[in-house]
């Protein structure tokens, strides 16, 4: 059996740094905004359904560092060049670093949101604007990485 090519090599790098940084960072995103769930939670139960959305915004980063990588897998077979692998590095690490970043910053600031909803739950779907606001450049670098 012959072994992977430099190229081939390159793209699978860049798919398992995309699935990391992407994951890394929304598990450590996560972890900031469930803890903060969890302590407004504590004082009012009720507010269940108000922080749920907030608490797992910085789950979708991981989820676009899984798509792209199934998406961008089935191409490394075709990869013919060292080229085109930098290429295929290129693509899947800019999610990957632009995923890791966007996703702990999301849950910074969810957790303020989530806080805020503690105090005054009224107008709670205004503050979901805020911590999509980070969410775009995520979905950004998503689409950037399926066009190269």
């Known amino acids: 059996m012959e072994g992977l090519a430099l190229g081939q090599v390159l793209g699978y790098v860049g798919l398992a740094l995309c699935l990391i940084l992407c994951g890394a960072g929304s598990a450590f995103g996560l ?30 980063q991981g989820i676009y560092g899984f798509v792209l990588a199934v998406m961008k897998s089935g191409g490394i077979a075709k990869i013919a060049s060292e080229a085109a692998g930098w290429q295929m590095l290129l693509a899947t690490v800019i999610l990957g670093i632009t995923g890791m970043l966007s996703a702990i910053f999301q849950g910074k600031t969810a957790v303020a949101c989530i806080y ?20 775009f450049y995520a979905i950004l670098a998503l689409v950037l990485g399926l066009m190269i």
Do not use: H, Q, R, W
């Open 31 to 60: 972890y900031k905004t469930g803890s903060a769930a969890a302590g407004v939670l504590a004082e009012d139960s009720k507010k269940f359904s108000k922080v749920i959305v907030l608490a797992l915004l910085p789950a979708t």
């Open 116 to 135: 805020a909803v503690g105090k005054n739950s009224e107008g709670s779907g205004k503050y979901v604007l805020f911590p999509a606001m980070v969410e």
